[in-house]
């Protein structure tokens, strides 16, 4: 089940709430501080995990790792 950081317009509450996707897209979610259903997305950094020792052959070597640990949709990479 994914994590959603929400705020909500009623009390400016940000929250990091776990729901399902089709309470997500329906629109049940709550705030957990005031019960308001008018949640809006907060956009942060993503943090990318990278898998290493797999990088494609068009990549940059960083070490023994390419730049993208391997998942990238350059020629050569494994993720396409």
Known sequence: MPYYDLRCEACQTESN???TVEERVSGTMTCPSCGSDRLVTVYKRVNIIQQRGSGCDSCPTIGDEGCCG???SLPGGSWR
């Open 17 to 19: 709430i776990k729901a």
């Open 70 to 72: 391997g998942n990238c």
